[in-house]
Each structure stands twice: as structure tokens, then as C-alpha cells.
């Protein structure tokens, strides 16, 4: 005789760049196994692969999200542990008032956000007339500069590539270029140039809750800012 089958709860979410709204279901066992196998293995691209692969089995109709921005996939996948395992999470904050007293704090993962800064353009002007144009980085862009022995100079170039549009100018724009190339453009900027290319990561949508802490050693009330998915779980 066949056993009863079992019918997963079902939940509705939005998705945070497109506003559409999609039905999910929590993790199934071996689905979290999988998740824990991940974790354990501590390899980045074996991580985001199985949360690429979690999300689209858990969500009607979502396919493709190795190629979606990263904030995407960090708010659905949080939306997912949060019915799945529980929606709240104890986390250990820092006082920035001495530098030394942590205090737990419970934090609903209900309430996290993706908050994009008012001030956050796709397109950065390096001069007057010469800008460039840029898309959100997926979680496999990120993850693929977590390796081990990929320097920050590989990291900052690999994701600035990755990501990038075009450069255009007054007259023509630019989608087509090799590796060289843009190292050589790039390397022609000047310091502000460059912290303004930056500034499109630095100000990108991203999760982000803030949270207020009480020193019980000092009384003083420290405001701490979490920003992305690792300062949630880990």
C-alpha cells in the first residue's frame, strides 16, 4: 500500500528588482541536505550553486537565477530559511561605543529588506563625456572571487568586467572589448575616477537592517548596520 503523500505549505514573495510576485514552499529534507553538505564542503561556487538550485525548486516559475542579481537571490533565499528552518535568528553584535562588549540580539528575518541608496546610478561618468554602464553582479560572479588565491587586485578587475556594459562616449558606444583593454582603461583613471566606478558596488541594492544595541556596561545605545546575506547567517 502507498503511503500518504505529503503536501508542503504555500507562501507568496516578491521578488525585489522585478516586483514580481512568485509562490513558494519551505526546504524540503533532502533539500536541506544538500544545504548542509554545501556549507560543510566551505566552497563558495558549490554554495551558490545549491542555492541556485534550492531557490528554483522551491519557487513556481523561477528559472535561471544563477544570471540574477545577487540581492535577488540573498532575499529569496532568506524568505525560504526563514519558513523553512524559523524566521528568527539570534546574532552576536559588537558595541562600536568600546569595541569590546558583544550582546545577543534576536533579529526577525522577516523584517530584512533590500534597501538600494538614494543616490545609486547604473551609470558612472568618468569625465564629462566618457561613462560607463553596469549591471548587478549574480551570486556566481561573487562567488567565483571567494577561491582561494585570488588576490584583491584579481577580484576588483574580475568584477568590474563581469559587470560591465559598455563605456561609451559623445559619439559611440563601446560593448565590445578584451581583458587588456579594459585593464588599460581602467589603469588610466585617477584615484577619484576610480572610487567613483566603486561607488556603483558600495551603493548598490543590497539586504540591509539596522539594529540597536544597548551596552549593558556603558548604557549606551549603538546603532549597528548589517549589510548582505553572510551578516544573517554566516
Known sequence: MALPKLNAPSYEMKIPSTGETVKFRPFLVKEQKMLMIAQESKDPNMMANTMCDLIESCCEG????????????EYMFLQLRAVSVGS????????????????????NLEDIKVEELPNHKKEIMITDKIGMTFKYPSLKDIAKYGQDGVTAVDTTFGVIQDCLVN?????????????????????????????GVQGFFDTMP???????????NTGVVNKVHLEGMQSFLG
Open 206 to 216: 543590497k539586504l540591509r537592517h539596522t539594529v540597536e544595541v544597548k551596552n549593558p
Open 167 to 195: 563605456i561609451f562616449d559623445e559619439n559611440e558606444v563601446y560593448d565590445e572589448m578584451s581583458q587588456k583593454e579594459l585593464q588599460e582603461f581602467v589603469e588610466q583613471m585617477t584615484t577619484d575616477q576610480f572610487e
Open 62 to 73: 523561477v528559472q535561471g537565477v544563477e544570471k540574477s542579481p545577487t540581492f535577488d537571490l
Open 88 to 107: 528568527e535568528i539570534e546574532l552576536e553584535m559588537l558595541c562600536q561605543d568600546d569595541g569590546v562588549t558583544k550582546v545577543p540580539v534576536k533579529v
